[in-house]
């Protein structure tokens, strides 16, 4: 009677995917957002005391000032150009982590990549802070930004693959969230900064979120779904269960469907293309949490096949085993991909290629150049002091209606926020060059407030959520990588050239930042497809790769 109950127990239990949100799973995305919170710092670090680093107190433009009794200067003389240059080798970094972060994620794994990763912001505090020299300055920023970079990548990664699929837009959103604070901590910071000394300790600040994140990195599980791609099936059935609430059994199957799990020698021999039945008794010794593992061996070739919870109200199981492919011939979705192998496979590198355009327009619509210079923007109206408070304000704007889009995005979609964002954007940029124009001051801190909010709730999330929960396991670290790439490339030459554009173009500078999200608009309206509230397999059904079998591919010459 007892064993009955127990039975009606786990058969009444609610399976994991239709379950609420795991407690733990929001603390491990938390944690792992803080990566991106120190991407937000060093994105802004500039913005607010910027004028301080290029300029010494009570001096002539480009003389050098140097602290008392020490060798380090007040401030490193730069011209636009020089410090256009500065700015952008944060995104160039950037876009070098954006490359190296998913290769280190397949090997090391998300969790454990973004604590190595860590050591970036500590190199770069270090060569910033004490800076003597411009080239100095411009490599630690390099490092900082490279360590932005691959944790654009990691984190995004690491959320998707261990979110419930219901809640998994709100998660992944939280790493933009976190961004938008780092945006406003450091520029709150910066209001403190505005001097010779407040902007090398706002260089050094990059290490406090590093620190903390690298003492709570090892309080959080590793990625299941990486666990399962590296044959550690245990592991990642121990870790999902640390994440999920409810039965796990289906979700879990889904989630092995793509990998190899390790082989073991049973030391049987099996006549192979034959069915044979297993009853309960000869089964209860390989059963665990659920699943049962039959290998068998051929000439050093091995091949597994795991079934779980299918014994579950059976009396016995009838098994059919096919002998062992050649080693040349065999096909090993769990083996991760380098981009040009997944390049090489049609459905894989057409998504890739409608991911990179839509991370070149997150750049191109001209959110990183108010991000980078709202200050210098604003002083064309206003008094210095004035405008690092109204750019104080446009981050608070990010972070409220950031908050507001990860209460939409699983509730709406990513494919209508992304269009509500690219039109309300477009209109910003046409209503903030008619009030360049008319010199209307308080009606382009309007528009730029606008521009902002409109940009935080859909195309400032979504992106990053189309990315990392759109492709299969073993083509993550890749697809991400390169649409990241694109992000990064582009944010370097918005950081590089909107100085030169802003003098260019004079009132006239959102204009093309109008045209990017018109078509950015028109792009995401016919080339994307919706992935709220469904499962990353149920993604890879409708994408067209839940069934592939990349070794075909890749066979061919």
Request: proline share 4%; glycine share 8%.
């Amino acid at each position: 009677m007892a064993g009955d109950t127990t039975k009606n127990n786990n058969n009444n239990k609610t399976d994991s995917t239709q379950a609420g949100v795991h407690p733990f799973v929001i603390l491990c995305s938390i944690v792992a957002s803080m990566g991106t919170f120190n991407a937000g710092i060093n994105t802004s670090a500039l913005n607010i005391p910027g004028y301080f680093v290029r300029n010494c107190p009570n001096a002539d433009p480009g003389e050098v000032t140097y602290f008392p009794e020490t060798v380090l200067p007040e401030c490193i003389p730069m011209n636009d150009f020089v410090w256009g240059i500065a700015t952008g080798m944060f995104a160039l970094g950037g876009l070098v982590g954006g490359i190296i972060a998913g290769h280190l994620a397949e090997y090391t794994g998300r969790r454990d990549t973004m604590f190595i990763i860590n050591s970036t912001f500590f190199i770069g505090a270090i060569l910033m802070g004490p800076a003597t020299t411009s080239v100095m300055f411009i490599i630690g920023r390099i490092f900082v930004g490279i360590g932005s970079g691959s944790m654009s990548v990691l984190v995004s990664m690491y959320i998707a693959e261990i979110a419930p699929p219901k809640q998994r837009g709100m998660l992944v959103g939280l790493l933009q969230l976190f961004a938008t604070c780092g945006f406003l901590v450091i520029e709150l910071c910066g209001l403190g900064l505005q001097s010779a000394i407040g902007w090398h300790i706002s260089s050094v600040i990059t290490v406090i979120p590093a620190l903390l994140q690298i003492i709570l990195l090892p309080f959080c599980v590793r990625s299941p779904r990486w666990l399962v791609n590296q044959n550690r099936v245990d592991e990642a059935y121990k870790a999902l269960s640390k994440l999920r609430q409810g039965d796990i059994d289906v979700e879990f199957n889904d989630m092995t469907h793509f990998s190899s799990s390790s082989s073991r020698n049973t030391g049987k021999n099996v006549d192979y293309n034959t069915s044979f039945t297993l009853s309960p008794p000869s089964l209860s010794s390989s059963i665990n949490n659920g699943s049962t593992i039959i290998t068998y061996q051929q000439q050093s070739n091995y091949q597994q096949q795991s079934y779980n919870s299918i014994y579950k109200n059976k009396q016995s199981l009838t098994l059919t085993l096919s002998p062992p492919l050649p080693a040349e011939e065999e096909t090993k979705e769990g083996e991760s991909l380098s981009l040009i192998q997944l390049m090489r496979i049609p459905v894989l590198a057409k998504f890739t290629l409608k991911m990179i355009s839509l991370h070149t327009g997150f750049q191109l619509c001209g959110i990183l150049a108010i991000m980078y210079y709202s200050t210098s923007i604003f002083q064309t109206t206003f008094d210095r002091n004035y405008a690092a408070y109204v750019t104080v304000g446009v981050s608070g704007v990010f972070v409220i209606f950031t908050m507001i889009g990860l209460i939409l995005v699983d509730r709406l979609g990513r494919k209508a926020l992304i269009l509500f964002s690219s039109v309300t954007m477009c209109i910003s940029c046409i209503l903030m060059t008619v009030a360049l124009i008319f010199d209307k001051s308080i009606f382009q801190v309007v528009c730029i407030m606008l521009f902002v909010a409109t940009f935080a709730v859909g195309l400032g999330i979504c992106p990053f959520l189309f990315a990392s929960e759109s492709f299969p396991t073993y083509a993550i670290g890749a697809g991400c990588s390169a649409a990241l790439m694109s992000n990064w490339f582009f944010n370097f030459a918005i950081g590089l050239l909107f100085p030169t554009l802003m003098k260019a173009l004079d009132v006239y500078v959102f204009v093309p930042f109008a045209v990017v999200t018109l078509l950015l608009a028109i792009f995401t309206y016919f080339f994307t497809v919706e992935t709220a509230c469904k499962s990353i397999d149920e993604i890879g059904r409708e994408l067209g790769w839940y069934d592939l079998e990349p070794k075909k591919f890749l066979q061919k010459t």
